[in-house]
Antibody
Framework: QVQLVESGGGVVQPGRSLRLSCEAS????????MHWVRQTPGKGLEWVAL????????HYADSVKGRFTISRDNSKNTLYLQMSSLRDEDTTVYYC?????????????WGQGTLVTVSS | QSVLTQPPSASGTPGQRVTISCSGS????????VNWYHQLPGTAPKLLVY???QRPSGVPDRFSGSKSGTSASLAISGLQSEDEADYYC???????????FGTGTKVTVL
C-alpha cells in the first residue's frame, strides 16, 4: 500500500536551516507529482510547494518563496524540503502528499507529518 | 492565509444531511476543479472528493460534491458520528500559481 513517511523535523533557531525528507513506498514514485503542505496545530492547512514527477516544474507559496526549496530523488523514492532563513511562523507540522495526477491536483495520500519548531 | 472561505462550523443529528460551502474567486474555483478533505483529530487529512464531484475508492456515497461558478459545496447525507471532523475545500489558483485551501469547517454530530 502507499506509504509516505516524513522525517527531519525538530527544533531549530530562527534564521537557521533544516531539511525535511519524505520517503515513499508502495507506488512508482517517479510517476507522481508531490507536494508539501503544512498545518499549525489547531489551525488550517497551508499549501507549501509542488514538484512535478520529473522535478522540472516547481511551485511555491508566496510565504516560503525564496526561502524553501522542494526537490526529489526518484532513484531513492524520496522527496525533500530544504528550509532556510526559518522564522517563528514556520513552526508547524509539515506533511508530504502525493498528487493524484488529475486536474486540480487532488492529494490522495498523505504522510503522518513531521513537526518543525522554530525557537531560540 | 486562506483564499477560500468556509463557515467555521456546521452540525447535525445522526441521519441528517449537512452541507458545507466553499467560496472562492474566478482564479481558483471559477476556473479549476475543487477537492475536499476531511481530517480527524491528530491525523493527516484524507481526500474525500476530487474533481468537484468524484469520490476516491472507499469513500462512501454519502459524501457528494458540487460546484457552481466560484462556489462549491460538500454534502454529507445520513450523518454519522464518525463524520465528526474538520473539512477543507481546496483548488488550484491560477493567479497564485499554487494550491489554496479553505478556512476549514468543523462538523459536529449532535
Amino acid at each position: 500500500q502507499v506509504q509516505l513517511v516524513e522525517s527531519g523535523g525538530g527544533v531549530v533557531q530562527p534564521g537557521r536551516s533544516l531539511r525535511l525528507s519524505c520517503e515513499a513506498s508502495g507506488f512508482t514514485f517517479s510517476y507522481f507529482a508531490m507536494h508539501w503542505v503544512r498545518q499549525t496545530p489547531g489551525k488550517g492547512l497551508e499549501w507549501v510547494a509542488l514538484i512535478s514527477s520529473d522535478g522540472a516544474r516547481k511551485h511555491y507559496a508566496d510565504s516560503v518563496k525564496g526561502r524553501f526549496t522542494i526537490s526529489r530523488d526518484n532513484s531513492k523514492n524520496t522527496l525533500y524540503l530544504q528550509m532556510s532563513s526559518l522564522r517563528d511562523e514556520d513552526t508547524t507540522v509539515y506533511y508530504c502528499a502525493r498528487d493524484l495526477g488529475v486536474p486540480g491536483s487532488p492529494l490522495d495520500h498523505w504522510g503522518q507529518g513531521t513537526l518543525v519548531t522554530v525557537s531560540s | 492565509q486562506s483564499v477560500l472561505t468556509q463557515p467555521p462550523s456546521a452540525s447535525g443529528t445522526p441521519g441528517q444531511r449537512v452541507t458545507i460551502s466553499c467560496s472562492g474567486s474566478s482564479s481558483n474555483i471559477g476556473s479549476n476543479a475543487v477537492n475536499w478533505y476531511h481530517q480527524l483529530p491528530g491525523t493527516a487529512p484524507k481526500l474525500l472528493v476530487y474533481s468537484n464531484n468524484q469520490r476516491p475508492s472507499g469513500v462512501p456515497d454519502r459524501f457528494s460534491g458540487s460546484k457552481s461558478g466560484t462556489s462549491a459545496s460538500l454534502a454529507i447525507s445520513g450523518l454519522q458520528s464518525e463524520d465528526e471532523a474538520d473539512y477543507y475545500c481546496a483548488a488550484w489558483d491560477d493567479s497564485l500559481n499554487g494550491n489554496v485551501f479553505g478556512t476549514g469547517t468543523k462538523v459536529t454530530v449532535l
